[in-house]
């Protein structure tokens, strides 16, 4: 890998990690409950994408370096597993713990089924 490729990964991976934050604050100020929405909508329209980039590029329409900036930078930055898992944790601190497998469950289902529709998009086109 070429020190350009690298350093333009690492300063997709800032800015992906900036518009989480963004969506983050977003989804906060308009959905006000306790079930970490924000995450599992950063986690799932991430995993759609990341899935998308994967099928284009595999079909040889996206450039492999295109595909590393966008998916393992861009993406990498936005999605967040730590998040996920602290903020199934802390329902499960709290005693919720019906939310805290709903957490956990959907947001693993959605994010596999939306990765596999984004691979599947991608490979149509």
């Known amino acids: 890998m070429s020190l350009p490729l690298f350093l333009t990964i690492v300063v997709a991976g800032g800015l992906g990690a900036g518009v989480r934050f963004t969506v983050d604050g977003l989804v906060r ?4 409950t306790a079930f970490p929405w924000a995450t ?3 986690n799932v ?3 759609f994408a990341l899935g998308l980039i994967t099928g ?3 079909s040889g329409l996206l450039p492999q370096e295109f595909a590393l900036v966008l998916g393992t930078g861009f993406l990498g930055g936005y999605t967040t597993f730590s998040t996920a898992s602290y903020e199934t944790v802390q329902l499960i ?3 919720r713990y019906a939310s805290s497998l709903v957490s956990g469950v959907l947001m693993l289902v959605l994010s596999v089924a939306a990765a596999g529709l984004g ?3 991608g490979g149509v086109f």
Not at 29 to 32: I, N
């Open 29 to 32: 100020s308009r959905v006000r």
């Open 40 to 42: 599992t909508i950063i």
């Open 45 to 47: 329209s991430g995993s």
């Open 56 to 58: 284009v590029s595999l």
């Open 93 to 95: 601190r709290q005693r």
């Open 119 to 121: 691979f599947w998009l």
